[in-house]
C-alpha cells in the first residue's frame, strides 16, 4: 500500500476504535490457518518467528494449532499473527484505513465478528495480526508490542 493513499489514524482515535467493540468469553484453544508463501516470503517469516516476543501486551505465547513458524499467538483468547498472508483487496482502497504504529504500517480492518485484523503495509511479507474482540479494549498495544520484531526480520519494500 503506498503511504499516499490511505489515511492515517491517530492512536488515540485508533484505541477508541477498537475499545468500541466490546467483550466476551471465548474458547481456550487457538487455530490459524497457515499461509503458503513461496520461498523468500517463508525466509523471512521465520526470521520473524524467531524474533517474536514470548509476550505480548501482558499475555505469554501460546502459539494456535497447527504448529507452524508462520503463525504464532499469545493468550485466550488469542492474539493471533499470520506471517506470508496474501495481500488483502482492502489495501488497494484509497479510503482504507490505516496506522503507523512505531515504525511499522498497518491497514485496519474491523471485522463482523468485533474482531480487528491488521496488516502490515510496505514490508517485503505481509504480516497479518487478529485481535479478537474480547482484547480491543488494550488498543493498539499488541502492535507494540510486536513492531521491534516485524522491524527487525520483515524489510522494508513492497511484498510481490
Known sequence: MNSSRHRLIGLPVLAVLITAAGCSSS????????????????????????????????????????????????????????????????MTDPDADGAEVNGVGWLLEKRGDGSFRFTTTLRKAYVEVTIPKERTGHGVAPLVGLAPAVKKAIPEGIAS
Open 27 to 90: 474458547d481456550d484453544s487457538a487455530t490459524a490457518a497457515v499461509p503458503s508463501p513461496g520461498p523468500a516470503v517463508t525466509k523471512l517469516c521465520r526470521n520473524l518467528d524467531r524474533a517474536l516476543p514470548g509476550t505480548v501486551d501482558g499475555l505469554e505465547r501460546r502459539d494456535p494449532a497447527p504448529a507452524s513458524a508462520l503463525t504464532a499467538g499469545w493468550g485466550s483468547p488469542a492474539i493471533i499473527l499470520r506471517c506470508g498472508v496474501e495481500r488483502p483487496a482492502r
